[in-house]
């Protein structure tokens, strides 16, 4: 939320810094996130007088102007504007200032041959408005030669973070009521004029879903005249980041904005018969004020008359009865609306507004009558008009809360003594109505403090204001010894997992769990249902992710369209599912994206090398052998997904069923979809897959014992099928007997003249590990037979 210093002291007297109030305003909870001071912006530009106007020699539509700026000789300044004439003040840009709208620096230059020495500026240009049909005409009493920064009172303006629980501050009024309390200055609640108007309200005023809209308040202002609203209101409200639209608008936007009371206007000319709160009617549609048509079931509230819905209740008016420039009698309308049922209708939609905001959050019941006769007296002095008496449907929620509290209970709760007077001091600046002759005292909590529920709610507001910072930091009690370790087999794991991909070269990636709808359907496995939230971040961002792989794709086509040269990416999160009853599913994964260059061109190879399927593979196993999976008992299987290429993918099985990661090169459809360029590849570990091991969690290491007697190489070349995988043969070779063989591993293949066709030679080097004695001849022969054995059974055979 953003607001003026100028705004801010229309509510509190105060003579504290712009620092100072920073500074309370994170002190009670309200976090400052900026601030900005448009007098930087508005550097350069001061008040001119224009002394002569004549006619460019070369141009129809540009006048040659003399320039009086209060300092020195006149100066020359070319403009177009059609409005620019002799004796007029305006606003002149000098050369070296800023155009805030463009960020165009000015500088003496020659336009059409005649030198130009700045630039007479439009309320466009120096983002002051919409309006840029000539330049700023300023009143005949503007000051020549002054800033207009200050001529113009370019006060500073916060922008403040407000807490979901906070919905009282979400106007000015209500943070100034906060720094008061804080002892920043005085509190000056906003003025409300006693207006009884004139005659019964000739429209008729109606709930009909009391449930959803309690109380629905109305009058009629005939004779007004839309305009452009005043320069201090249009000022306040460029400040807080909203764009003057109209006089009427704008009064209803600065009542929310001051106020934290959304309100409508109506073009009277424009409804037909009574105007009722009502259920909307399945099928019924209404064009909103954005220009988008939305389509409304009967679960939502609107505000319609005899002729069909004219506004989304509580979120948005109808493009149809807004008022416009032509205007003259007008509808205010101000209701209290039930905050869940304006959430609902809200996330249907899709649909986020000022006002849906403020009524979600829970606006001040008590306010409608007060808010009323703010809006009425603020149109009536902007626009004029005659206004009706008021008409009133239903009643607002008007039993406040009543707590029991012990001025002890701060100090148990808080972690400060306070005294009992300055508690009561504080609840009292805050609203509360405290009752200190009962004991425990009696506290009322104001109508629009929806977020005081009970004592603890009180000590909170109590030690916020008395300030947080004075609360003394104690340390927790820690009982002697070591402590116990609190991470849980699956946070080791992971720990360990983060520390050996980042040992490996890789870099981890923090991304989105959310994905765009296409890129998780191409992720998604067949028949599997997407987690698509109802009330996603945006749009593009709204189904859950199905897997790891393509948030990292992205980021490695970041790094690409950056021009960096290759991305090793790593990230360990969770992947979302939906089960067939509905329930929720998330599942702990590792997943890495390696693409570009695996390795910079260099003279002896004279091109870069990318990465290949082996990559991807080398990976895997030695992430999972540090999550503690069994490497050498894995399968290598195909069916990595449709995602990855048939031919350069994998899975790493447990068995034929437990799969514990998959790799390879992704597929070209992938990587055209999410445009980057391959060859890329990628791993997915699923650790939950991963079997625990049993007697594990302890951080001791066993104490290494080499063996007593040296070790034993044989070498078996063997014909193979072609097709056969080099793993099943390693795997075989090795259980041929578990005892004796520690390791095996291929040294050599070979395919070509002497090999038949279909059959391919791939050689074995095979560690033999004697135990307490040495291996005799016939006992390595009969090993050598079992190796042989084994691999026969594979079709393989042993080459002569």
């Known amino acids: 939320m953003k607001f003026s210093l100028e705004w801010l002291k229309h509510f509190l007297d105060t003579d504290a810094s712009v620092a100072q109030i920073a500074a309370a305003l994170n002190a009670v909870g309200h976090e400052v996130e900026g601030i900005e001071d448009p007098a930087e912006r508005l550097e350069g530009f001061r008040i001119a007088k224009v002394l002569t106007a004549e006619k460019h020699p070369d141009a129809d539509k540009l006048q040659v102007l003399s320039v009086d700026t209060g300092e020195g000789d006149p100066l020359q300044v070319v403009c177009g504007a059609p409005n620019a004439r002799a004796g007029m003040k305006g606003v002149l840009g000098l050369p070296g200032a800023v155009v805030p709208a463009n960020g165009m620096e000015l500088r003496k230059s020659a336009i059409r041959g005649v030198e130009s020495n700045g630039m007479m500026c439009s309320v466009r240009e120096l983002e ?71 005659g019964a309200c000739p429209v008729e005023i109606r709930t009909d879903d009391p449930a959803a809209c309690p109380a629905f308040y109305g009058r009629v202002i005939t004779g007004v005249t839309n305009g452009s609203s005043p320069d201090w209101m249009q000022r306040r409200l460029i400040a807080a980041g909203q764009r003057p639209i109209s006089a009427l608008v704008d009064c209803t936007n600065y009542l929310m904005l001051a106020c934290g009371r959304p309100a409508h206007v109506y073009d009277l000319a424009r409804l037909s018969g009574a105007v009722v709160a009502r259920r909307a009617r399945n099928g019924e549609t209404v064009e909103a004020l954005n220009e988008k048509t939305y389509a409304l079931d009967d679960t939502m509230t609107v505000i ?135 004991s425990p005292w009696l506290v009322t909590a104001p109508l629009r403090r929806h977020d ?36 849980s087999p699956d946070q080791i794991v992971e720990r360990k997992l983060r520390r050996a991909a980042a040992a490996y070269g890789l870099n981890e990636a923090v991304t989105w769990s959310f994905l765009p709808p296409a890129d998780a359907e191409h992720f998604a496995e ?42 090793r990416l790593f990230e360990i999160g969770r992947r979302y599912f939906r089960n067939a009853d509905g329930s929720s599913n998330e599942k702990p994964t590792l997943g890495v994206v390696m693409a570009g260059e695996k390795a910079q061109r260099s003279w002896a190879s004279g091109k870069s090398a990318g990465f290949d399927a082996f990559d991807a593979k080398a990976a895997a196993e030695a992430l999972l052998a540090e999550a503690g999976a069994p490497v050498d008992k894995l399968m290598v299987m195909g069916e990595a997904g449709a995602q990855f290429h048939p031919g350069q993918s994998a899975t790493l099985r447990l068995g034929p069923k437990n799969v514990l990661a998959r790799f390879g090169a992704l597929h070209p459809n992938t990587l055209k979809a999410f445009d980057i360029d391959g060859p890329v590849v990628a791993v997915e570990l699923f650790l939950d897959a991963i079997p625990v091991k049993k007697g594990g969690g302890s951080f001791a290491r066993a104490s290494y014992a080499p063996p007593a007697l040296q070790s034993v190489m044989r070498d078996f070349a063997f014909l193979v099928p072609a097709d056969l995988p080099a793993g099943d043969l390693l795997r075989a070779v090795k259980g041929a007997d578990k005892a004796s063989i520690v390791e095996a591993r291929i040294f050599d293949v070979f395919a070509g003249q002497g090999v038949p066709d279909g059959k391919t030679s791939v050689a074995v080097e095979v560690t033999l590990q004697p135990g307490e004695k040495s291996f005799k001849d016939d006992e390595l022969k009969a090993i050598s037979e079992k190796i042989v054995a084994s691999a026969t059974k594979l079709g393989a055979e042993l080459r002569g």
């Open 304 to 438: 319609a008359d005899d002729q069909g819905v004219h506004d989304i209740a509580g979120i948005m008016g109808g493009q149809h009865s807004g008022a416009s420039d032509t205007t003259t009698d007008v509808l205010l309308e101000i209701a209290y609306f039930d905050p869940e049922r304006i959430g609902v209708t809200g996330r249907k939609l899709g649909l986020a507004s000022d006002a849906r905001t403020r009524f979600e959050r829970g606006v001040d019941p008590a306010f409608l009558d007060d808010g009323l006769a703010l809006l009425t007296d603020l149109i009536v002095q902007t626009c004029g008009g005659t206004p009706s008496a008021i008409s009133r449907a239903g009643t607002p929620p008007g039993e406040p809360k009543h707590i029991s509290f012990d001025p002890a209970l701060t100090a148990r709760l808080g972690g400060i003594e306070i005294a009992e007077g300055e508690q009561e001091k504080i609840l009292t600046a805050l609203d509360f109505a405290v009752d200190t002759t009962q």
């Open 452 to 487: 005081i529920e009970g004592p603890a709610d009180l000590v909170e507001e109590i030690v916020r204001i008395h300030g947080l910072d004075k609360v003394e930091s104690v340390a927790l009690d820690r009982a002697d010894g070591v402590a116990r370790p609190t991470a």
């Open 526 to 567: 067949e028949g599997q249902e997407l987690w698509v939230l109802e009330n996603p971040i945006s749009e593009d961002m709204k189904a859950m992710r199905p897997s790891m792989i393509p948030s990292l794709l992205s980021a490695a086509k970041r790094n690409a369209d950056r021009g960096a040269a290759g991305s």
């Open 128 to 198: 002051l408005g919409d309006e840029h049909d000539g330049i700023i005409e300023l009143p005949d009493d503007a000051p020549v030669g002054k800033t207009f920064a200050e001529y113009h009172d370019a006060s500073p303006v916060f922008d403040v973070a407000i807490t979901p629980n906070r919905p009282d501050c979400m106007g000015v009024m209500g943070i100034a009521r906060d720094l008061a309390a804080a002892g920043l200055g005085t509190f000056k609640p906003a003025e409300v004029p006693a207006i009884d108007g004139e």
